[in-house]
């Protein structure tokens, strides 16, 4: 935001300066919610609205039975937060990139698969986790922009559905990754003192590929850091002796995740500076996800650190069957579905959230409090402003 130059004092300097900020709070508060005509997002498997599904592995029931009333590729019993943020500007939900049947892409595309990482996974690793990197996912995306473009000028039947060329640069561009990179390490031969050692080279990356997005023209960049993968049952069945915090999570792998985010909320002020043109916001994710662990009643939530959708142990959770699966017990198999209620539970699977906690965390960011700039989504388009 540009002021004209004043090159002539009649009042005090300190009065000017009260004159400029409160001129400063009016523009702002004046100014119109951003009009996303689409939406991009990369990602993982908290934003895949059904790329894994349509391109490695389906997603089985009793996945999407609160909403949608059967499975649709998303990692929860319903709508996800990328969801809720469609919504909100009157879009209908993101399509996979990777689903070639009856996708419509003219208000925008999702190229988020469920076991991205931001790095290339190495050895044994890479074989757990989705090869859709976040490089591959702007490898993807920087091929969408051209080929939509050439589909759109030779008109007929599918030009329709390709996004228009100027709803490029006023998208919102979300981002939701981060989380199997740590994952990856925990699970590894690595310490926690490797790990963290790891993540500055980690969010190095994650800069370069939202930089090479703003260069191909994005500037409304919304981004997600990583939640608190200590409260997950996936992470305390498999790690019982790590040290608990006062609300049951496990306590050092919260901490590795407050170090990503740490360098990520320092790598994105560093790329407002860079990128002028950008509209970055940091989206603490892991604060508003926390909030559901330390005061779940306030949301009407019970069990929080328990699956709701799972089998066995402590948390309801299984290294030998996850949710959808079958397992064979005395003899007779049984089918792990959910649990009576998903709407009063946040964790859904062990690793992903409910609908219902899904939306309470949407909420929560979408009114700027948890976020840097404190702008609320619907202003996600307005650049920061600093005063020296």
Not at 85 to 112: C, E, K, V, W
Not at 218 to 235: D, E, F, V
Not at 255 to 267: G, H, M, P, S, W
Not at 306 to 335: A, H, R, W
Request: charged residues 15%.
């Amino acid at each position: 935001m540009e002021f004209p130059m004043i090159t002539k004092f009649h009042i005090p300097v300190v009065s000017s300066l009260v004159l400029l900020v409160l001129s400063v709070a009016t523009t702002v508060t004046a100014a119109e919610h951003c009009d996303f005509p689409a939406i991009f997002n990369l990602g993982a498997s908290n934003s895949d609205t059904g790329g894994l599904a349509a391109s490695l592995l389906a997603v089985p029931p009793p996945y999407g039975e609160t909403y949608f009333h059967t499975p649709v590729g998303r990692f929860s019993d319903g709508r996800i937060i990328l969801d809720f943020i469609a919504q909100s500007f009157g879009l209908p939900y993101i399509s996979p990139y990777l689903d070639s049947l009856g996708t419509n892409f003219s208000t925008g595309a999702n190229f988020a698969t469920a076991g991205s990482t931001i790095k290339p996974l190495q050895g044994q690793s890479q074989l757990k986790f989705s090869p859709f990197n976040l490089g591959i996912q702007f490898t993807q995306f920087k091929r969408f922009k051209t080929k939509t473009q050439l589909i759109r000028k030779q008109g007929g039947v599918f030009a329709t559905l390709m996004p228009k060329e100027e709803y490029f640069a006023r998208a919102l561009y979300t981002f939701d990754i981060g989380q199997n990179d740590l994952t990856a390490g925990f699970f590894s031969n690595m310490t926690l003192q490797q790990l963290n050692a790891s993540v500055p080279d980690i969010v190095s990356t994650f800069a370069s590929n939202i930089k090479n997005i703003y260069n191909l023209g994005a500037r409304s960049l919304w981004i997600h850091n990583t939640g608190p993968l200590g409260c997950l049952p996936q992470i305390m069945t498999n790690f019982l002796s790590a040290e608990r915090d006062a609300y049951g999570c496990a306590k050092p792998y919260n901490d590795v995740c407050q170090y990503f985010n740490q360098n990520l909320k320092e790598a994105l002020a560093q790329l407002r500076k860079e990128l002028p043109l950008a509209a970055i916001t940091y989206v603490d994710i892991f604060s508003a996800k926390y909030s559901l662990f330390s005061n779940p009643k306030k949301y009407g939530f019970e069990q929080p650190l328990v699956s709701c959708c799972g089998y066995g142990g402590k948390y309801n959770f299984s290294n030998s069957v996850g949710c959808g699966g079958t397992i064979k017990v005395n003899g007779t198999d049984i089918f792990v579905g959910s649990c009576p209620k998903p709407s009063v539970r946040v964790i859904w699977d062990g690793t992903h959230f409910t609908e219902a906690a899904n939306k309470v965390v949407f909420d929560l960011i979408s009114t700027g409090a948890f976020n840097i700039p404190r702008f609320p989504l619907k202003m996600a388009c307005q650049r920061s402003i600093k005063f020296f």
